[in-house]
């Protein structure tokens, strides 16, 4: 890597539209986000959604199909 031509790597406080923070690395000091894993529809308490995870694309597919491999 070339001397010089590089941004300087930080640590970045993350803050959400929510109230959420946390830190990150970054080449910025501060970042502000509308949506994080706390407030997001997708994630519920941090996780991911039950209902979306339950069945995933490519199983479904290998079970419309008869690829299961069992």
Same mark, same amino acid.
């Given at each position: 890597?070339?001397?010089?031509?590089?941004? %300087?790597? +930080?640590?970045?406080?993350?803050? $959400?539209? $929510?109230?959420?923070?946390?830190? +990150?690395?970054?080449?910025?000091? %501060? *970042?502000? *986000? %509308?949506? $994080?894993?706390? $407030?997001?529809?997708?994630?519920?308490?941090?996780? +991911?959604?039950? *209902?979306?995870?339950?069945?995933? =694309?490519? %199983?479904?597919?290998? =079970?419309?199909?008869?690829?299961?491999?069992?």
């Amino acid at each position: 890597m070339k001397k010089g031509i590089h941004p %300087e790597y +930080v640590e970045t406080k993350v803050t $959400c539209a $929510c109230g959420n923070t946390f830190t +990150v690395m970054s080449n910025k000091d %501060e *970042l502000h *986000l %509308e949506v $994080c894993n706390k $407030c997001h529809p997708f994630f519920q308490d941090g996780k +991911v959604n039950a *209902l979306t995870s339950r069945a995933g =694309r490519v %199983e479904k597919f290998n =079970r419309k199909y008869g690829f299961d491999q069992k």
